[in-house]
Nanobody, 125 residues
Framework: VQLQASGGGSAQAGDSLGLSCTAS????????LAWFRQAPGKEREFVAA????????YYETSLGGRFTISRDNNKNTVYLQMNNLKPEDTAVYYC???????????????????WGQGTQVTVSS
């Protein structure tokens, strides 16, 4: 699976941005999907995940419900809608896919088999 992320850019605090990640290759619906982010000098951190079979979603609790992950299997695309952006949301955002994701490991980057190239999101105050 090849993943291509897009939609990043610059925003002001309080704005909204939507990210997209389109997959090519193997059957998209067979993968659980997630978004991570990495700020300069920090480790890659979990943002959100969606399981392939149930569609259940999980989020990093510190986000306070501002972000929403969704997918469109017909378009082979996963989305991340980000609302009420804050300067601390500034990071490179990565989409990822796993063919065998389990709940206990969703926050670990090592649980994912495929990664997109990342898209920069910069939020100014």
């Amino acid at each position: 699976v090849q993943l291509q992320a897009s939609g990043g850019g610059s925003a002001q605090a309080g704005d909204s941005l939507g990210l997209s990640c389109t997959a090519s290759g193997r059957t998209f619906a067979g993968y659980s999907l997630a978004w991570f982010r990495q700020a300069p000098g920090k480790e890659r951190e979990f943002v959100a995940a969606m399981f392939r079979n149930t569609g259940r979603t999980y989020y990093e609790t510190s986000l306070g419900g501002r972000f929403t992950i969704s997918r469109d299997n017909n378009k082979n695309t996963v989305y991340l809608q980000m609302n009420n952006l804050k300067p601390e949301d500034t990071a490179v955002y990565y989409c990822s896919a796993s063919g065998s994701l389990i709940l206990s490991t969703i926050r670990s980057p090592r649980a994912y088999d495929y990664w997109g190239q990342g898209t920069q999101v910069t939020v100014s105050s």
